[in-house]
């Protein structure tokens, strides 16, 4: 497939990498000039790119960016994201790095959000394996399991399909209205976990208990730290 990715950081550029190795063609952009990835460009299978080359017309885009930045993109680059066949985005939602946010703090689930800002569908996948996991576990043993939410079809299907492709078991986490369920501070989130695991946490996560999920995300208090800390694991 093609496959193009806004975001060149631990999650975004891992999954370039694992992408690109599975045989797909990869565009690969962030905010800056294509010149800043200059790492990725003897990769077989990527190509650095500007945003919204990147992801026009292509089959897969994959938005893995701060949640403080998605109402600031461009006009031209939200026409680009229209002409993809499937949106996936991976983000969450931190106060400390994106500030307040009020609908996501009333509740609204995050990529709910964003699809409504994008004026489309969006699937949320690969936002609740901790980066490190992402890029080194990959067909383990026992096999981890990565979620998916997002309306059913076929759509939903290649986002399985990419999962397993890159070493993880899909598990359909239901439609997007129910992917609060995976963000940070839930039973499940940045969890090396099987897929029966995922699924009994996901069965487990109850809204009754949202403020205390909350709490535990808003728990980070220095998000620039806390990523620094994890990029020894990279």
């Not at 496959?3 to 975004?12: D, E, F, K, L, S």
């Not at 370039?16 to 200059?38: E, Q």
Request: proline share 6%.
């Amino acid at each position: 497939m093609k496959i193009g990715i806004i975001g060149a950081g631990y999650v975004g550029g891992t999954l370039a990498t694992k992408l690109a190795a599975a045989g797909h063609d990869v565009r690969l952009a962030n905010s800056k000039d294509p010149a800043t990835l200059a790492e990725f460009e003897e990769i077989d299978g990527i190509t650095p790119a500007w945003a919204a080359a990147a992801v026009t017309d292509v089959d897969v885009a994959i938005l893995s960016l701060p949640l403080k930045v998605i109402p600031k993109l461009s006009d031209e680059l939200i026409t680009a994201l229209a002409t993809a066949e499937i949106v996936i985005d991976t983000g969450n939602y931190y106060p400390a790095r994106d500030g307040r946010i009020e609908p996501l703090d009333q509740g609204t689930p995050d990529s709910e959000w964003v699809a409504a800002i994008l004026g489309r569908p969006v699937y949320k996948v690969f936002n609740n394996i901790v980066a490190p996991s992402l890029k080194h576990k990959g067909d383990s043993d026992p096999r981890l399991a990565a979620t998916v939410a997002g309306p059913s079809g076929e759509d939903k299907n290649r986002a399985y399909a990419l999962v397993g492709q890159i070493g993880f078991d899909p598990v359909d986490a239901g439609d997007l209205d129910q992917s609060w369920r995976l963000q940070p501070g839930t039973p499940t989130y940045c969890q090396d976990m099987t897929a029966d695991q995922i699924r009994a946490g996901i069965a487990a996560t109850s809204p009754d208990d949202v403020e205390a999920y909350h709490a535990g995300r808003d728990a980070i208090e220095d998000f620039d730290a806390a990523m620094v800390a994890m990029r020894q694991y990279m």
